[in-house]
């Protein structure tokens, strides 16, 4: 993950510039004069500085001076030609006058990080995030790390599949720090966070004037990985025109910017993870066979957390030891109650699911222990499971008169399990409305509806444009 450090004496202009770059997956820190990034901060251990020219005390062009060899970018709210090439001439790799479009402060930060790599991988992640890693030894994890060793030492197409939560991502980076581009740059991209029609604009880039909003040249996340490695998570979901486009760039190790005549040559390792059967999308056309073949080389597979036995027990005890280090919490262990229940729930959302409801324990809990009910699990997970008797599904009252299914003239049950109701819902509108309106019939954000989408298997239905593309 690349390390920026903001520097500007304004907190406002700060905290927006800081979302911006934070959406992208930047790691940020903050100063707001360059005597208290120096004192601060060691500045050769970022990846790249954005600094306010014009802040009390020194000068943020001192900082060209004081964070060298690490690339400075500048910026200010006093643009003018002067302080462009004085900046320029003392070594900034790049200049912006603020305020600044979002897209062209990313435009200048990829460029800058690609063009002037430092990036080199962490060895101090903070435990309980999503790059932290559980030594499992069930046989099942033992046969990934062994074959993780393996595809690492070349430069081969990798293919991770398993299910939503289980760690694609930390698998793919796992690959990518024990190979030999472990001292450049892994750059994550899911697929179907994207729209569809920025997917070929983000992944290949585009030169001026290519179309409507296009008012600087922007490299393409391929080519900002140029040396490194490539994670597209969720390429089952990357639409036609894009696979095709891919399938050049795996072929000839060539890229082409929208709106350019010439190719470039790069250099990546391309790493693909999915949750979905990429053979079967291939048979019903909807994920191109060529494609599948040649990201199809070297397949890891990532066992859900259910069929991991006694490591969820000590997975769940390593969880609650590392966030409550995270969050300064005191130190708690689990109750019996709540380790029973956490060995007896299927865990959907595998080890994602898992690291939230520890998290929540920790900051839920009161006294020495953590119990069943800080981990806020559904009520099935909470009652002992009973021998030859049928679990009864949580119930959501439909309210009586006109809802979002009696709309269209369809019967709807007095009583429906919440995921009856949602796979229900989805599969009976997807048609006739936008994936902003099904969020907002069903009182949920778009993003918990895409992630209910992979959780319960409903893939977005294809538009025909994207079927004839």
Same mark, same amino acid.
């Given at each position: 993950?690349?390390?920026?450090?903001?520097?500007?004496?304004?907190?406002?202009?700060?905290?927006?510039?800081?979302?911006?770059?934070?959406?992208?997956?930047?790691?940020?820190?903050?100063?707001?004069?360059?005597?208290?990034?120096?004192?601060?901060?060691?500045?050769?251990?970022?990846?790249?500085?954005?600094?306010?020219?014009?802040?009390?005390?020194?000068?943020?062009?001192?900082?060209?001076?004081?964070?060298?060899?690490?690339?400075?970018?500048?910026?200010?709210?006093?643009?003018?030609?002067?302080?462009?090439?004085?900046?320029?001439?003392?070594?900034?790799?790049?200049?912006?006058?603020?305020?600044?479009?979002?897209?062209?402060?990313?435009?200048?930060?990829?460029?800058?990080?690609?063009?002037?790599?430092?990036?080199?991988?962490?060895?101090?992640?903070?435990?309980?995030?999503?790059?932290?890693?559980?030594?499992?030894?069930?046989?099942?994890?033992?046969?990934?790390?062994?074959?993780?060793?393996?595809?690492?030492?070349?430069?081969?197409?990798?293919?991770?599949?398993?299910?939503?939560?289980?760690?694609?991502?930390?698998?793919?980076?796992?690959?990518?720090?024990?190979?030999?581009?472990?001292?450049?740059?892994?750059?994550?991209?899911?697929?179907?966070?994207?729209?569809?029609?920025?997917?070929?604009?983000?992944?290949?880039?585009?030169?001026?004037?290519?179309?409507?909003?296009?008012?600087?040249?922007?490299?393409?996340?391929?080519?900002?990985?140029?040396?490194?490695?490539?994670?597209?998570?969720?390429?089952?979901?990357?639409?036609?025109?894009?696979?095709?486009?891919?399938?050049?760039?795996?072929?000839?190790?060539?890229?082409?910017?929208?709106?350019?005549?010439?190719?470039?040559?790069?250099?990546?390792?391309?790493?693909?993870?999915?949750?979905?059967?990429?053979?079967?999308?291939?048979?019903?056309?909807?994920?191109?066979? #060529?494609?599948?073949?040649?990201?199809?080389?070297?397949?890891?597979?990532?066992?859900?957390?259910?069929?991991?036995?006694?490591?969820?027990?000590?997975?769940?005890?390593?969880?609650?030891?590392?966030?409550?280090?995270?969050?300064?919490?005191?130190?708690?262990?689990?109750?019996?109650?709540?380790?029973?229940?956490?060995?007896?729930?299927?865990?959907?959302?595998?080890?994602?699911?898992?690291?939230?409801?520890?998290?929540?324990?920790?900051?839920?809990?009161?006294?020495?222990?953590?119990?069943?009910?800080?981990?806020?699990?559904?009520?099935?997970?909470?009652?002992?499971?009973?021998?030859?008797?049928?679990?009864?599904?949580?119930?959501?009252?439909?309210?009586?008169?006109?809802?979002?299914?009696? #709309?269209?003239?369809?019967?709807? #049950?007095?009583?429906?399990?919440?995921?009856?109701?949602?796979?229900?819902?989805?599969?009976?509108?997807?048609?006739?409305?936008?994936?902003?309106?099904?969020?907002?019939?069903?009182?949920?954000?778009?993003?918990?509806?895409?992630?209910?989408?992979?959780?319960?298997?409903?893939?977005?239905?294809?538009?025909?444009?994207?079927?004839?593309?």
């Amino acid at each position: 993950m690349p390390h920026v450090l903001l520097v500007d004496d304004e907190p406002s202009q700060r905290l927006s510039l800081r979302k911006v770059l934070e959406s992208q997956g930047i790691k940020v820190a903050e100063a707001e004069s360059v005597g208290a990034a120096d004192e601060s901060y060691d500045l050769l251990n970022f990846d790249l500085v954005i600094t306010e020219l014009r802040l009390p005390g020194e000068a943020g062009s001192e900082l060209i001076r004081l964070a060298h060899p690490v690339p400075v970018v500048v910026m200010t709210n006093y643009a003018s030609l002067r302080s462009a090439v004085d900046a320029m001439k003392q070594g900034a790799v790049d200049y912006l006058a603020k305020p600044c479009a979002p897209e062209d402060l990313l435009s200048v930060v990829s460029e800058a990080l690609a063009s002037h790599p430092t990036f080199k991988p962490s060895n101090d992640e903070n435990p309980a995030t999503g790059e932290m890693m559980f030594e499992g030894t069930c046989p099942s994890l033992r046969k990934l790390y062994d074959n993780v060793r393996k595809v690492a030492l070349t430069d081969s197409t990798v293919l991770i599949q398993g299910e939503t939560g289980t760690g694609k991502e930390l698998t793919a980076r796992q690959v990518h720090e024990a190979s030999k581009r472990a001292s450049r740059r892994m750059i994550a991209v899911n697929c179907a966070a994207i729209p569809d029609s920025l997917i070929e604009s983000e992944l290949f880039g585009y030169e001026k004037g290519a179309f409507t909003g296009a008012n600087t040249n922007r490299i393409g996340l391929i080519e900002a990985a140029d040396g490194g490695t490539l994670f597209l998570d969720e390429i089952g979901e990357l639409p036609l025109a894009a696979q095709a486009r891919l399938l050049r760039f795996i072929q000839e190790g060539e890229i082409r910017r929208i709106g350019s005549v010439t190719s470039r040559r790069v250099n990546v390792r391309l790493i693909c993870a999915t949750h979905r059967d990429l053979a079967l999308l291939a048979q019903e056309n909807e994920f191109r066979q #060529d494609l599948f073949y040649r990201i199809n080389v070297l397949r890891l597979e990532i066992p859900p957390l259910r069929e991991r036995g006694a490591d969820i027990r000590q997975m769940a005890e390593w969880f609650a030891s590392a966030i409550a280090r995270r969050l300064e919490q005191p130190q708690r262990r689990l109750s019996e109650q709540a380790l029973e229940a956490v060995l007896r729930y299927r865990w959907p959302g595998n080890v994602r699911e898992l690291e939230h409801a520890i998290e929540r324990g920790v900051v839920m809990a009161e006294g020495r222990e953590i119990e069943l009910t800080d981990l806020g699990l559904p009520q099935l997970a909470q009652e002992p499971r009973k021998v030859h008797a049928q679990p009864q599904p949580q119930t959501l009252e439909v309210p009586k008169g006109p809802s979002p299914i009696s #709309d269209n003239g369809n019967a709807v #049950d007095d009583e429906l399990s919440l995921e009856d109701y949602f796979q229900r819902f989805v599969i009976e509108h997807q048609d006739s409305m936008s994936e902003t309106e099904l969020a907002h019939k069903l009182g949920i954000s778009r993003k918990c509806l895409w992630e209910r989408r992979q959780r319960f298997d409903i893939p977005r239905k294809k538009t025909a444009n994207r079927k004839r593309a």
